[in-house]
């Protein structure tokens, strides 16, 4: 019988080829692939999620239960896209201009991602303006933006502003290590993650 608390566990516990072969299994079987991408896949990446902002697993744990979630989701794609499921949103996320840090934006990705977003990653160092043409082109209701230097914020204000000026309707998020909520509410963005666990939540309230 179909395990999705086995398949949550194995997320949990980054262990790719458990999960890839639950997933299997739970398809097989005859599962709709959104109850096994909601009851497992997501279901794993949650914990792990609570378990990041509580400090009770860190970096390297969350990047190998990312990565598992990966696997499985190759072959789950193609059946979400096949049964008309929908992402429960979309974000589009860069680290802003003159900036090259991607760890941290990497790890916001994932996190998305293993909540049920589809996410566009579009790099490092991107200027106000390919924020916006890249904006136009995906049309996400959801922009992040990541700097980790202070002379890169900004970059920030300027992307804020060139995305609002483009009138596009999105809701902004920032973060990164020198970043803050008062930066954030200076510069107009509509919401600020300090974590890529946090990060998940704040996109969610955006949907709201
Ligand atoms: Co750089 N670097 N770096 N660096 N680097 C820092 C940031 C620095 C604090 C080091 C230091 O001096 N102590 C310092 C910045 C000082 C400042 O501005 N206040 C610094 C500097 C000065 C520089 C250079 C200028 C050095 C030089 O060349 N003289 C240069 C700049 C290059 C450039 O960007 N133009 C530079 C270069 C580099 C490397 C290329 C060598 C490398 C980056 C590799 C890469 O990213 N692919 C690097 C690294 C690795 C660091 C440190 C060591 C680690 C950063 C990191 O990845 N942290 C960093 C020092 C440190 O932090 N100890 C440092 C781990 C990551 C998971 O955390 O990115 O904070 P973080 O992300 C968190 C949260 O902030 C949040 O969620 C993440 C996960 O929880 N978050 C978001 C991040 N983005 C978010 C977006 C969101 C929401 C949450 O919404 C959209």
Known sequence: ??????????????NQGEAVRLTQEALDE???????????????????????????VYIPEVLISA?????????????LAAAG???????????????????GKNLVVMML?????????IGVDVAPDIFVEKIKDSQVSIVGLSALLT????????TVQAIRE????????????????NYA???????????AASAVDVAKDFLN
Do not use: S, W
């Open 85 to 103: 499921v929908d992402p429960v949103g979309k974000a589009l996320i860069g680290t802003v201009q003159g900036d090259l840090h991607d760890i």
């Open 185 to 195: 509410d200076t510069i107009g963005a509509d919401g600020y993650a300090a974590d």
């Open 67 to 79: 990565r598992a979630m990966k696997m499985a989701m190759e072959i789950l794609e193609p059946q």
């Open 1 to 14: 019988m179909a395990d999705l608390q086995g398949l949550a566990d194995a997320v949990i516990k980054g």
């Open 151 to 158: 002379t890169t914020m900004p970059a920030m204000e300027k």
């Open 113 to 121: 991602k293993g909540a049920g977003f589809h996410v566009e990653d």
């Open 30 to 56: 005859g599962l709709g692939p959104k109850k096994v991408l909601e009851d497992g896949l997501i279901a794993g990446m949650n914990v792990i999620g609570v378990r990041f902002k509580a400090n009770e």
């Open 166 to 181: 483009a009138k596009l309707g999105c809701k902004i998020m920032i973060g990164g290590a020198p970043v803050t909520q």
